[in-house]
């Protein structure tokens, strides 16, 4: 795709989209930060040495993580209305239980899976290294991490963008949707892992500055993701015949 929006233009749309709506937007990631607390303090098992309960943890760990997909809808929501100049509000993070929450699960799924998956070589061998303190076992660890790691950041990044179709396109299914985040990232996907990448030296102040400016930087990275997506879907909506946002069947 020709014309790219830098990564600090995309920066510059989200601050001037966000001025005066700071507190909505931090209000509502406390919202969704809250929530996410209490249900997994609610759901989750005593912790022990058991194998057992280790895997019953995972299990519940899973399924909630996959409902709160409806959260993420919600989320997305919320700013793709500040990138598209409408009205906010902090319960516009609660739309997703309106709109199709079904497909949000749905979506949400992949991305919880495929972590999980990834995830449980590195957890099992860890499990065991805690007990053993074999050095060969953290040799193993460290390379099952970071093979965990680049899958999760791939699909990640190709499937970035289905939250934010779902509220463009919600009469497509949950497939459709997938794909057509698919077609949009081919030859983006390095935008946009650069794009989330420029933001580590100012998480790493806000980690120095006693964590307290995280709250603006966690809005204002989300902000620059959802001027990404509007950036996205505007070429692809100018290329002849509309083709790059069509799905692939």
């Known amino acids: ?26 209000t509502a990631n406390v919202l969704i930060f809250v929530i996410q607390l209490i249900i997994s303090g609610i759901t989750t098992v005593s912790s022990s040495g058991s194998i057992i309960i280790f895997v019953i943890n995972q299990i519940i760990t899973l399924v ?10 919600g989320k997305a929501y919320l700013y793709m209305n500040l990138v598209y100049s409408q009205t906010i509000s902090a319960s516009d993070i609660f ?3 309106r709109q199709h929450p ?6 949400q799924s992949l991305f919880v899976v495929v972590n999980f998956l990834a995830s449980i070589p590195a957890k099992l061998i860890f499990f065991f290294f805690y007990r053993t303190q074999s050095p060969n076992l953290y040799y193993i660890l460290l390379i099952v991490l970071a093979c965990g790691t680049v ?9 970035s963008q289905v939250f934010f179709l ?66 996205l879907i505007a070429k692809a909506a100018n290329t002849a015949s509309g083709q790059e946002i069509e799905p692939n069947t």
């Open 1 to 26: 795709m020709t014309g790219a929006t830098s990564a600090a233009q995309l920066k510059s749309i989200a601050k001037e989209r966000s001025l005066d709506k700071y507190g909505t937007l931090i």
């Open 64 to 73: 909630v993580n996959i409902l709160l997909g409806i959260l993420v809808s």
């Open 95 to 97: 739309f997703g239980l």
């Open 102 to 107: 079904e497909k949000a699960v749905i979506l």
């Open 151 to 159: 899958v999760n950041i791939y699909v990640s990044l190709t499937y």
């Open 166 to 231: 779902l509220h463009d396109f919600p009469e497509r299914s949950a497939k459709e949707l997938l794909l057509t985040s698919r077609n949009l990232m081919q030859g983006n996907r390095l935008r946009l892992l650069y794009l989330n990448l420029s933001f580590i030296p100012i998480y790493i102040l806000g980690i120095v500055s006693l964590f307290i400016p995280l709250l603006w930087i966690s809005v204002y990275r989300y902000a620059s993701v959802a001027a990404f997506y509007q950036d």
